[in-house]
């Protein structure tokens, strides 16, 4: 296997009395994509989120890059991190344009490499140019997905987190993005942490699958190896309503 | 009629404040290079007899601040002892009851001995006794046969409205009670409305002065003091002991020129002619002969530039208090909205603030910033910081946390999440708060007036002492005006600042 890119040592994580994520370790490797999956309430976004430090564990160990992560340390990881949510979650006071170069811009990056990366990216979801100076109002929810994702990807970061990022699509717009997202795994190599409900959409996607149940990881390993050695009912359950 | 009768209650409960914060006030030098501030209480005769000092004193080549139309004696009478007025006019029996309560009956000596110890002195009386009365329209007083107060306190079914000092004053109300023993309830209301009410025929008697010079206008009668109760009430000029010898002499010139009738005439002057405090003053010196300079008549100013001059101040009071309480709130909000404790505290406290009548807050403050703009402006900047200080939590607590994560999550410094995103999308509903705070000041200050701030609640109290409509309006019209324009000013505002998607309800999902 690859070298490990996040390392989850012994982490716990709970809100009030609920337990969200209970002692949990895992090594998510490097350069592939790996899906987390699980019905809601799993704690497969949290797992995600610390990550990136969004939500700190009260016991454990999160690392990335082989650095544990901590508060003050997490900011200039994060510049090394993209993250897009379900919904989008664009600044809606900000054009497209603002949206996706706004930390660029704030790193001072100079002028024609904003815009040329910007280009890039457009071109890559195959976004209209014109749609630039339009906010995210005024965009579909295709759109403003897409746009999420070149906001993640802006800065060229070495992995990138997506949560839940096509659930609110719908299918038409969904296939056509996963194909763009197929796409772009087929020309470079990133490390990509998918977080899905949906079995099928992490099946096309990623290499590697982690089935989440209750805050513990009931399966690990290749789609192959879980679509034909199903470990419990739940995960079964999961292949039987993914769709597939 | 409750409000006037609320604003009365507001005006005695902040005068029971003065007293027991009296102690932490401390005297000031006078200087004979600086201006003199003369006050006056907020009815017709007080404001007449003011005017007439500081034209004198202007006549003989002092600058002169007015501090008209201040609210209950122990407002003013702090204020002078305090050195925030260097001289206004009283009246001895008042002076005896309510500055030394419970002292019995005061000589004219050991008052002044009273007033010596406290760095007042008072001058000799203009002449007039301005005594206590109980009024009530004539017919009525004849219908029901009484032209005595014995008479009156035998009468079973009748409705008494008082002003709200009259109502608590031991020589007043408390004192009517327990020597003429009257059992009938009484209400307290503004004096000037009090006519009104007695002309209506919604009380039967009323508490007058007998110098009112609209006692005529309403065709009053006055119920002959049987028992000799009243104290007797000559009107005194009270200044500083220090004040420069000069001013002294010139104020001297007014001793004994004024008897009641003279003054019910003077009073009558503007009650009933419609002049104005200044126009009926000049006339009163240049009769009196004391005018030095003959150019110093005075001819009364216009409407507008007065409703100018007001809304200037107004403007001033309401734009400084509004930029501090936004210098104050913002920050505030904006360090304290991640505590749900700090921030839950720090709305309690402004609550609180709010809670407080703003003419007792006003009073609070005399002692401690004294009269004039400045314990006004800082009222209006604690009041004004409750809906500035909740706007920007609301805001900035209410913004989507997926937008909040995200800020966070690509790496954006705590300043920079706060800059590029945080205040952006919280700015609609802080403007709105702004607007709120801009709007409630302008209609508070109407009431800095009382503790001679000015403003346009300057015509409004004046307006109220004389029973004048007109000018009350020349007050509330200005400042709705104002209220509206500002209003408009905030949207016009809002639409520079804030794109269209992006105001309030308007946020897409």
New interface residues.
């Given amino acids: 296997m690859a070298n490990s890119c996040i390392k989850y040592e012994v982490v716990t994580k709970s809100y009030g009395k609920k337990i969200i994520i209970k002692e949990l370790s895992l090594d998510i490797p490097a350069d592939i994509t790996t899906a987390i999956v699980g019905e809601s309430g799993s704690g497969k976004s949290t797992l995600l989120?610390m990550a990136?430090g969004?939500v700190i564990p009260e016991k454990g160990q999160v690392s990335i890059f082989s650095k544990p992560i901590n508060k003050v340390s997490i900011?200039?990881q994060?510049?090394k991190?993209g993250?897009s949510?379900q919904?989008a979650?664009?600044?809606?006071?900000l054009s497209v344009l603002h949206n996706v170069t706004?930390?660029a811009r704030?790193l001072d990056w100079a002028d024609d490499a904003i815009q040329s990366r910007f280009e890039y990216l457009l071109d890559l979801f195959e976004l209209d140019p014109e749609l630039s100076p339009r906010?995210?109002?005024?965009l579909s929810g295709g759109q403003q997905q897409r746009v999420s994702l070149c906001?993640?990807m802006m800065?060229n970061p070495p992995l990138l987190?997506l949560d839940e990022p096509f659930s609110a699509l719908d299918p038409v717009t969904r296939e056509i993005i996963h194909s763009e997202f197929l796409r772009l795994q087929a020309i470079e190599s990133r490390t990509t942490v998918l977080v899905t409900h949906d079995m099928g959409e992490a099946m096309k996607l990623a290499q590697q699958v982690i089935v989440l149940y209750e805050g513990r990881i009931e399966q690990q390993g290749s789609v192959e190896d879980i679509q034909n050695n199903p470990a419990s009912d739940y995960v079964e359950t999961l292949f039987r309503v993914g769709g597939n | 009629m409750l409000r006037i009768y609320l604003t009365n209650a507001l005006l005695l409960a902040l005068s029971t404040l003065l007293v027991l914060f009296s102690g932490a006030a401390s005297s000031q030098a006078t200087d004979s290079s600086r201006a003199y501030t003369i006050g006056s209480k907020n009815f017709n005769e007080n404001y007449i007899l003011g005017e007439i000092i500081s034209q004198l004193l202007e006549d003989s080549g002092f600058t002169v601040d007015r501090n008209f139309g201040m609210s209950g004696t122990m407002v003013i009478y702090e204020a002078l002892r305090t050195g925030e007025v260097d001289a206004y006019v009283e009246y001895s029996g008042t002076l005896a009851e309510v500055i030394f309560p419970g002292e019995g009956d005061s000589t004219p000596a050991e008052l002044n001995q009273h007033l010596q110890s406290e760095g007042i002195e008072a001058l000799q009386s203009f002449g007039f006794n301005n005594t206590y009365a109980l009024a009530m329209k004539r017919d009525h007083a004849a219908d029901l046969g009484v032209e005595t107060v014995s008479e009156l306190a035998a009468q079973e079914n009748i409705d008494l409205g008082f002003s709200v000092e009259f109502l608590n004053r031991a020589d007043g109300w408390l004192g009517l009670i327990e020597n003429y023993g009257f059992t009938q309830q009484a209400i307290g209301m503004d004096h000037g409305l009090a006519y009104q009410a007695i002309d209506a025929g919604t009380i039967d008697a009323t508490d007058a002065y007998s110098t009112d010079g609209d006692l005529e206008l309403f065709d009053l009668i006055i119920l002959r003091d049987d028992l000799n109760f009243f104290p007797q009430y000559y009107a005194v000029p009270l200044i500083h002991q220090n004040l420069d010898p000069q001013v002294k002499n010139i104020l001297r010139q007014l001793e004994g020129r004024i008897d009641e009738e003279r003054m019910r005439d003077l009073n009558g002057r503007v009650m009933l002619d419609g002049k104005s405090f200044a126009e009926v003053a000049s006339e009163f010196l240049t009769e009196e002969k004391l005018f030095i300079q003959t150019t110093s008549a005075v001819t009364g100013s216009s409407i507008w530039s007065n409703i100018y001059q007001n809304t200037l101040v107004h403007l001033q009071l309401t734009i400084i208090a509004l930029s501090l309480g936004c210098l104050v709130g913002l920050p505030l909000g904006v360090i304290i909205y991640r505590s749900k404790k700090l921030s839950r505290g720090m709305l309690y406290v402004a609550g609180l603030m709010q809670t407080i009548p703003s003419l007792a807050l006003l009073a609070l403050f005399i002692p401690i910033f004294g009269i004039g703009k400045t314990p006004a402006i800082i009222a209006l900047f604690l009041y004004s910081l409750l809906p500035i200080l909740r706007s920007t939590i609301t805001a900035l607590l209410t913004i989507d946390p997926v937008l909040k994560r995200a800020a966070e999550a690509i790496g954006m410094t705590r300043f920079q999440q706060l800059r590029f995103v945080l205040v952006p999308l919280a700015l609609p509903n802080v403007l709105s708060g702004v607007k709120t705070a801009a709007i409630i000041s302008i209609g508070t200050a109407t009431l800095a007036a009382f503790i001679g701030a000015g403003g346009l609640g300057e015509p409004i109290v004046t307006g109220l002492a004389l029973n004048n409509t007109d000018l009350i309006l020349q007050g509330a019209i200005p400042a709705a005006c104002l209220a509206i324009i500002t209003e408009m000013l905030f949207d016009v505002l809002e639409r520079a600042l804030v794109k269209p998607h992006m105001l309030v309800g308007q946020l897409p999902s």
């Fill in positions: 989120q990136n969004l900011r200039e994060r510049l991190i993250y949510v919904g979650g664009l600044f809606p006071h706004l930390m704030l906010y995210p109002y005024s906001r993640a800065l987190l």
